[in-house]
């Protein structure tokens, strides 16, 4: 029996399982709406679907590199509390995500949940088994690969994986030449949140916007309007010296900025480098938090 967009679509809406999941549970069953909700319910995947409206904003990051440093990547892998997070196999589930994510071509994340996962059968797939093997809802959130052709990788994990961090040098050295002043950079990064790499990374309309909220401030600060451009000019160009990362004052020398500090490593080793790519994950950030005591989420783990 062939399986419609429709089908697809009811069985979806009946048992809140994944698109993929309730195509695959049809063509399994031979388009029985009834044996295809039980297909998902005895594969745990309708089991996994009632979790899904649960916040999953705990977690980890996890980052992955090739041998020479040329090439990187970075996933988020959420879950609901941090008690999971380290959860030796959940653990282990996002680290195996992270080489896939390295070695693997996947640009979406369609893309990279479709992706086989040993004899699991899919990343979603495997993903799901997760779920319902420990009872609360996971989320591959986002991961990133870079493979810039001249650059090499370097990063630094924060808190047991809470931060994440991928810098990108341009350069002829070697991984093991920049894998001081890479952690040194990445863990800047991590402590200083810079926005972007530099001011020709910045977007003109932020640029615009942040220009007319510092104008606003200094008229109602009562200063004269003939003196104000000049003002703003100056105060946003401090305001890029904290938002670009290699204008940021040097955390472990605040003498010089991170520009000076790579500059000075790239002379001792006699090799140009230049900054030119940087990543930085933080779990949970921008997801909306459920507030939770102590207890209960002990009580919850323990299945009272």
């Given at each position: 029996?062939?399986?419609?967009?429709a089908?697809?679509k009811e069985?979806?809406?009946a048992?809140g399982?994944g698109?993929?999941?309730?195509?695959?549970?049809?063509?399994?069953?031979?388009g029985?709406m009834e044996?295809?909700?039980d297909?998902l319910?005895?594969?745990?995947l309708?089991?996994?679907?009632?979790k899904?409206?649960r916040?999953a904003?705990?977690g980890l990051?996890?980052?992955?590199?090739?041998e020479d440093a040329?090439?990187?990547?970075?996933?988020?892998?959420n879950?609901?509390?941090?008690?999971?997070?380290?959860?030796e196999?959940?653990?282990?589930?996002?680290?195996?995500?992270?080489?896939?994510?390295?070695?693997?071509?996947a640009?979406?994340?369609e893309a990279?949940?479709?992706?086989?996962y040993?004899?699991?059968g899919?990343?979603q797939?495997?993903?799901?088994?997760?779920?319902?093997k420990?009872?609360?809802?996971?989320?591959?959130?986002?991961?990133?690969?870079f493979?810039?052709?001249?650059?090499?990788?370097a990063?630094?994990?924060?808190?047991?994986?809470?931060?994440g961090?991928?810098?990108?040098i341009?350069?002829?050295?070697?991984a093991?030449?920049?894998?001081i002043?890479?952690?040194?950079v990445a863990m800047?990064?991590?402590s200083m949140?810079?926005?972007?790499?530099?001011e020709s990374e910045?977007?003109?309309?932020?640029?615009e916007?942040?220009?007319?909220?510092l104008?606003?401030?200094?008229?109602h600060e009562?200063?004269p309007?003939?003196?104000?451009?000049?003002?703003?000019?100056?105060?946003?160009?401090k305001?890029l010296k904290e938002?670009c990362?290699v204008?940021?004052?040097?955390?472990?020398?605040n003498d010089?900025?991170?520009?000076?500090?790579v500059?000075?490593v790239?002379?001792?080793?006699?090799k140009?480098?230049?900054?030119v790519e940087?990543?930085?994950?933080?779990?949970?950030?921008?997801?909306?938090?459920?507030?939770?005591n102590?207890?209960?989420?002990v009580a919850k783990?323990m299945g009272?």
């Amino acid at each position: 029996m062939t399986v419609t967009a429709a089908m697809v679509k009811e069985l979806r809406e009946a048992t809140g399982a994944g698109m993929m999941d309730c195509k695959k549970a049809l063509t399994e069953t031979d388009g029985n709406m009834e044996k295809a909700v039980d297909y998902l319910r005895e594969n745990g995947l309708a089991k996994a679907a009632k979790k899904a409206g649960r916040v999953a904003s705990e977690g980890l990051v996890r980052l992955a590199f090739n041998e020479d440093a040329t090439q990187a990547a970075a996933i988020e892998v959420n879950s609901e509390t941090d008690f999971v997070a380290k959860n030796e196999a959940f653990v282990s589930f996002v680290e195996t995500l992270s080489q896939m994510a390295l070695n693997g071509a996947a640009e979406s994340m369609e893309a990279f949940m479709a992706l086989p996962y040993g004899s699991e059968g899919t990343v979603q797939d495997a993903l799901n088994n997760m779920i319902a093997k420990i009872g609360e809802n996971l989320s591959v959130r986002r991961f990133v690969k870079f493979n810039t052709a001249g650059v090499k990788y370097a990063g630094y994990v924060h808190g047991g994986g809470k931060i994440g961090v991928v810098i990108g040098i341009q350069t002829e050295a070697t991984a093991d030449e920049i894998s001081i002043v890479g952690k040194d950079v990445a863990m800047q990064a991590a402590s200083m949140r810079p926005q972007f790499v530099d001011e020709s990374e910045v977007d003109p309309e932020y640029l615009e916007h942040e220009k007319q909220i510092l104008v606003a401030q200094a008229l109602h600060e009562g200063k004269p309007a003939e003196i104000v451009e000049k003002m703003v000019i100056g105060r946003l160009k401090k305001e890029l010296k904290e938002t670009c990362l290699v204008e940021q004052k040097f955390v472990k020398n605040n003498d010089m900025s991170v520009k000076d500090y790579v500059e000075a490593v790239a002379k001792d080793l006699g090799k140009d480098m230049k900054i030119v790519e940087m990543l930085r994950y933080e779990v949970g950030e921008g997801i909306e938090k459920k507030e939770e005591n102590f207890a209960e989420e002990v009580a919850k783990q323990m299945g009272k």
